[in-house]
């Protein structure tokens, strides 16, 4: 039966509603279980569980579909801006373009961030990571917009969403200027969003700024790309830290930590890294395809591989031609984009990685996208980051708009029971 399932143990048996998504995707329905039948059930990783019901992103991982409030992921890349995504994002619905402009405006009047912050970031020595920071600063903004955000207010909600929006690509920009040595700035609030950051990013204090088409046309659509995951590593941090009603700066503070792992953000960086490895060592990618599918290596294919998607990551069928287009458009012949090529060509006809269904994830070819623009290595999560914030956002929105209770998984205890205290002198 569809709206029904069935537990049976010990011969007894237990029934939940199976509940049906707008893309006839199933789920049991275990709310009741731990009152019913005392069990509770065991999934490290989450692989089977379903944490919440959200109405914003939805992907198939079988048939490689992404799509962002009903809109596909390809017709976003290239018709939309990224602030148009945000607000689709978070507000659920395409702006206007009143809306837009509204949305534009508001976060221009926000910009500022208080010259104290730049005292904190002096704190950090050149070489820190810049995720380290950015998660940091995230966090050190919190004392200087103290107000606790009712989230029953809509008018409060989006103010607060606003700020982040507003400071966050100031903070980006200063975590990269720091490592530079660069002077601290701020935007040009005549300049749309993307081409704002580009601009805070880049300027020189001797130099006048130089716009570049390609550059922002690219930028736009890597972040466009990464905004949105549903539940992923990050995305459950943000909303499971939020879940405990700490606020919304505190939330993407932890969601950046999350999110500068290897096996997830930061695989970008490790790709890029693992592609010159390569090149430095001769470009054999017959080699590490070999140590990738050693059990006994440690090494895997980064940017390889993905916990959803058993099929081609449709951002990263997008990213490779975009990749194509900017190192054209920029006049760029860089070796590392053949090595990756090469390195896809070989798993995609190896039966290791046809067996395990491993695709190219979205970060086998940003990294390659980055550095053509001119932003090193340790930059490219933060990069993520800055993508991947009007998904936290939203998701977190939605999450204390439906109330939810405090995230608290159960466990199996395994450990020892009960023993006896035995003093230091009789150990
Ligand atoms: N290279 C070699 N083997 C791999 C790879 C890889 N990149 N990815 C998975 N495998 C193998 C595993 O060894 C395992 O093999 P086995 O069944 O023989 O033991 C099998 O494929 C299944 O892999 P799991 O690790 O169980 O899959 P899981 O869903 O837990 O992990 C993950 C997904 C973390 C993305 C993994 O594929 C990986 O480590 N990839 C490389 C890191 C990466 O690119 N991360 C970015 C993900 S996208 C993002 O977060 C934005």
């Not at 990213?319 to 920029?330: G, N, P, T, W």
């Amino acid at each position: 039966m569809k709206n029904k399932a069935t537990l049976e143990y010990q011969g007894k048996k237990y029934e939940f509603p199976v509940i049906e998504g707008s893309e006839n995707e199933l789920a049991i329905d275990i709310k009741t279980l731990r009152a019913q039948s005392g069990m509770i059930t065991i999934d490290p990783g989450y692989k089977n569980t379903g944490s919440c019901e959200s109405g914003i992103t939805f992907l198939d991982g079988e048939k490689g579909i992404l799509r962002y409030r009903g809109y596909s992921i390809e017709e976003l890349a290239e018709k939309a801006s990224f602030l148009e995504v945000a607000y689709l994002l978070i507000f659920g619905e395409l702006p206007t373009k009143r809306e837009l402009e509204k949305f534009h405006t508001d976060i221009v009047n926000e910009s500022m961030v208080d010259e104290d912050m730049k005292k904190i970031l002096d704190g950090f020595p050149k070489s820190a990571h810049p995720m380290g920071v950015l998660s940091s600063l995230t966090s050190a903004l919190i004392a200087y917009n103290p107000k606790f955000v009712n989230v029953s207010s809509e008018e409060e909600m989006y103010g607060a969403i606003v700020r982040i929006v507003a400071k966050f690509p100031v903070l980006v920009s200063w975590t990269y200027r720091k490592q530079k040595g660069l002077p601290l700035d701020y935007g040009d609030d005549s300049l749309e969003y993307v081409e704002n950051f580009i601009k805070m990013m880049f300027k020189k204090p001797n130099h006048d700024y130089q716009r570049n088409d390609t550059v922002i046309k690219a930028m736009n659509k890597l972040l466009i790309l990464h905004a949105d995951h549903e539940q992923n590593c990050s995305t459950s941090t943000v909303r499971i830290v939020g879940s405990s009603h700490a606020g919304l700066f505190a939330s993407l503070s932890a969601g950046i930590s999350a999110l500068w792992g290897p096996l997830h953000g930061g695989a970008n960086q490790a790709v890029l890294e693992m592609l010159q490895a390569i090149q430095e060592d001769g470009g054999d990618t017959k080699k590490y395809m070999a140590k990738a599918k050693d059990k006994n290596d440690p090494f895997r294919l980064m940017g390889f591989g993905h916990r959803v998607y058993k099929n081609f990551d449709p951002r990263a069928r997008i990213i490779k031609k975009a990749a194509d287009d900017v190192l054209d458009a920029l006049g760029i012949d860089d070796p590392i984009l053949n090595i990756a090529k090469g390195l896809e060509q070989e798993a995609l006809e190896d039966p290791y990685f046809v067996d395990r269904k491993l695709y190219p994830n979205v970060d086998f070819y940003s990294g390659i996208i980055y550095r053509a623009l001119g932003i090193p290595t340790e930059m490219f999560t933060v990069m993520f980051a800055l993508g991947r914030l009007p998904g936290w956002i939203a998701q977190w929105r939605e999450m204390r708009l439906n109330n939810e209770p405090i995230g608290r998984p159960r466990q199996v205890y395994v450990g020892a029971t009960t023993r006896e205290f035995v003093s230091i002198q009789d150990r």
